[in-house]
């Protein structure tokens, strides 16, 4: 599934993003200064007194995606 992370990012999120079966959404979204992250989303609909909200948590992983991309990169240059 893909998100559009402008909706993300202007917290315009549809409830119909979020199946209950997929929890864990991995984004590339632009910082205000222009900066590309690599971001870990969790959400859920959750439902409270009827009413159907998103609850959402975002977790930087653009230093682990970078290191993993570094690491492959070196078993890469190692086998030659």
């Not at 992250?37 to 859920?44: D, G, I, M, R």
């Not at 959750?46 to 909200?53: H, Q």
């Not at 290191?67 to 078993?75: D, I, P, S, T, V």
Request: charged fraction near 35%.
């Amino acid at each position: 599934m893909k998100i559009d992370s402008s909706a993300v990012k202007t917290g315009e999120l549809d409830l119909e993003y979020f199946p209950k079966f997929q929890r864990y959404y991995k984004l590339d979204i632009k910082t205000k200064d222009g900066v590309i992250k690599t971001v870990l989303l969790s959400a859920e609909v959750i439902e409270i007194d009827g009413e159907k909200y998103i609850l959402a948590v975002t977790n930087d992983i653009t230093k682990t995606r970078l290191a993993q991309q570094e690491l492959r990169k070196g078993r890469r240059l190692l086998r030659f």
